[in-house]
C-alpha cells in the first residue's frame, strides 16, 4: 500500500509558475509508475503527465507538452510537477497517483487546489 500527499498548490498569476510536490509512503514506491492528473469542477479527471520507475520514462497530455515537466526522486519518494506559463484554465485540483503502468493507477492522494489568475 502507498500513501500520497500533494502540495505545492496555491494561487498564482497568468503566465506565472509552481512546482508541484507529491510525497510517497512505504518502500516499494519506486516500483510504481507515477502520475498527475487534474479536476476542475465539473469536470471528468484528466491525464497530465507520468513517469516511469526510473524516472527514465515520460508522457504527457498535448495540453500541458512543453509547459509542465514531471520528475521523481525515488531516494525522495517524491514526484514533481514543474508547471510553466501557467494559464487560467490550468485552474483545478491537482492529484498524484501511484500505479503498475501509466495507464492504470492503484493510489490516490487527496489533492492540492491550483488557481491561476488572469
Known amino acids: 500500500q502507498v500513501q500520497l500527499e500533494e502540495s505545492g498548490g496555491g494561487l498564482v498569476q497568468a503566465g506565472g509558475s509552481l512546482r508541484l510536490s507529491c510525497a510517497a509512503s512505504?518502500?516499494?514506491?519506486?516500483?510504481?509508475?507515477m502520475g498527475w492528473f487534474r479536476q476542475a469542477p465539473g469536470k471528468e479527471r484528466d491525464f497530465l503527465a507520468a513517469?516511469?520507475?526510473?524516472?527514465?520514462?515520460?508522457y504527457y497530455a498535448d495540453s500541458v507538452k512543453g509547459r509542465f515537466t514531471i520528475s521523481r526522486d525515488n531516494a525522495k519518494n517524491t514526484v514533481y510537477l514543474q508547471m510553466n506559463s501557467l494559464k487560467p484554465e490550468d485552474t483545478a485540483v491537482y492529484y498524484c497517483?501511484?500505479?503498475?503502468?501509466?495507464?492504470?493507477?492503484?493510489?490516490w492522494g487527496q489533492g492540492t487546489q491550483v488557481t491561476v489568475s488572469s
Open positions: 512505504g518502500r516499494t514506491f519506486s516500483t510504481y509508475y
Open positions: 497517483g501511484a500505479g503498475a503502468d501509466r495507464r492504470q493507477y492503484l493510489y
Open positions: 513517469v516511469g520507475w526510473s524516472g527514465g520514462g515520460t
